[in-house]
């Protein structure tokens, strides 16, 4: 039997065009036979009965929340290694090797740096602050590899955090251990900026990282999210 090199843990809702992609890309993209745990989280857009077809992926059913659906991707993994990558976002060519690499040099947990497949100016400055190895510049569109006992330590992801679930998981990482910031990038999707333009969408994402700083509760980062973020 092949060693399972990673636990791919997807939490989807609705993404059904972007798992069609996404899933082509892992193929061509891995060196190492991993397991792919997509955790559906309600979509009505065909995504369920697409993925139930697909051979190689395992489907969880579940109450919508990344939080949650990672969670409990995570339960059912079977690799010493999680990987939470979101639909939309692309890792680098043969990241599996690259990550395993990481881990067996004592990388229990890390990150790779960001890109966005526009090129915006101010995209590419967020971008480029990802190089950093520092808990600011982290975000979950980076993805992110961890140790499952280390997860499992940590209680994985919290669940009151309805968004910042990941820099909040994050957070509690840098305090605790090192994280490394590997060079490849991920790109990730810019269609939130379309949607909400740019620099407002940049400027209300700053907002809610200095009311998390600031210490404010989950519920009031999810409410600033709702009123201002299509």
């Not at 993209?29 to 009965?49: L, Q, W, Y």
């Not at 697409?50 to 969880?60: F, N, P």
């Amino acid at each position: 039997m092949n060693k399972t090199y990673l636990s791919i843990i997807i939490p989807v809702l609705n993404e059904l065009e972007q798992l069609e992609e996404l899933t082509t890309i892992l193929k061509k993209r891995t060196v190492f036979h991993n397991e792919i745990i997509v955790v559906d989280g309600g979509s009505s857009d065909g995504s369920i009965e697409w993925l139930e077809r697909k051979e190689g992926i395992t489907l969880i059913q579940t109450k919508k929340g990344r939080a949650h659906q990672q969670n409990e991707g995570a339960k059912i993994a079977t690799s010493e290694i999680l990987y939470f990558l979101h639909a939309d976002s692309r890792p680098p060519k043969e990241f599996d090797e690259i990550i395993y690499t990481a881990y067996t040099k004592n990388s229990k947990a890390g990150c790779f740096q960001l890109g966005f497949s526009s090129n915006h100016w101010a995209l590419s400055l967020t971008a480029r602050a990802s190089r950093f190895n520092s808990r600011y510049c982290r975000g979950g569109d980076q993805s992110l590899f961890i140790q499952k006992k280390l997860f499992n330590t940590l209680n994985g992801f919290n669940e009151e955090y309805i968004i910042c679930e990941d820099g909040e998981l994050i957070d509690r990482i840098y305090k605790h251990h090192s994280f490394c910031v590997l060079p490849q990038k991920v790109i990730t999707s810019s269609r939130r900026f379309t949607e909400n333009g740019v620099l407002r969408l940049q400027f209300h994402f700053m907002m809610i990282h200095i009311l998390r700083a600031l210490g404010r509760p989950p519920t009031t980062l999810h409410k600033y999210y709702c009123q201002f973020v299509k």
